[in-house]
């Protein structure tokens, strides 16, 4: 899957292949990882001193953390990219046509109780009931972390510099996150499934994270949500018995979601340029503490209520299903070999992700 996935980002679905260089960022990519991978040594180290001077690192783009003119350029082809290919929900989807009495809210395979005994017990209504309500938990978690974000990366660019790319792809990629919100709501409403919440703890921790997470720690919270959230919906988009109102809102979210992930890995890389291993180990404690929240909120006991289960039976089968951790640990693998590639995967951070079937 990661290998599809990867295929993908760099210009294998036809959307992407539009986007003007918003992909031809890998050579610069490169260099970093060959400096990051080393672990600090001198000549290295020498060698990005060569890449920041001949990229102007001290030029207009230059700020608090470190970011070049070559950093800001990731963003420029990004808002290239969003110039090229963005979509207005509100036209792009059929929002009044009807929805087919037998299609799934999600692929099957990605319904939390696919695999089990109790799914093969379920009657055919159940299933469809169920996919509805877990497609909607995840759009109502969905739009809660969106909301998050948008916190984090608007007081990240508090005074930032407006005449630079990263602030007009950070204040485009909040504008996204907009019409996202609002195309989710919608999706839920038509398919009449109300608000599922996290629980009161988690929703105060959210709270608590959104006012202080700052740097690496921020981005790598938005970068597990975003990343997690694109497996699934790359198979929904293309989904055979799937509704046409999540296969739709599923292909928007992916492709605009795959620039905000280009963004967040960006600013993560540069937040984590020469940091001090206390720093390394701590925003990867955070961002893995922030993971095992997201992946456990996503989808909420109520739904087994909701399509006439046993909710305790459900979310124990739940629990123990072998089918639903390999995918988790299928769709995580990008992620953690990013979170690799940058330091971010310390050992009691590979802990908590084995915790929650990441790794
Ligand atoms: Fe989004
Ligand atoms: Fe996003």
Redesign the pocket.
Known sequence: MRDARGAGCVGGAGAYRRMRGGFSLRGSYCTLRLISGNGGKPAQGMHLEAVMTRTGATGAAAGIHGHTEADDDVSKRLLDSAATLSYDPATEIDWDAPLPAGDYGLNAEWSTLYGTRLWDEMTEEQRVTLTRHEVCSIMTTGIWF?MI?QQMVLRDQYLKNPAGAEFRFALT?IA??CR?SIMFARACEKMGVPQYRPNPVIAQAGRLFKATARGELAYGG?LV??EVLDVMQRDWMRGGNVLDIVRGTSRIHVV??SR??KFARQQIRERMRGASPARRRAAATGIAAGAYVIVSSMVHPGVYTAAGLDRERAVAEVRANEHRKAMMRTSSRHLMAFLAECGLLTKASAAVYRRVHML
């Open positions: 969106e974000l990629e996204d996150e996202h938005i949500a975003e605009e979601e905000h992930m």
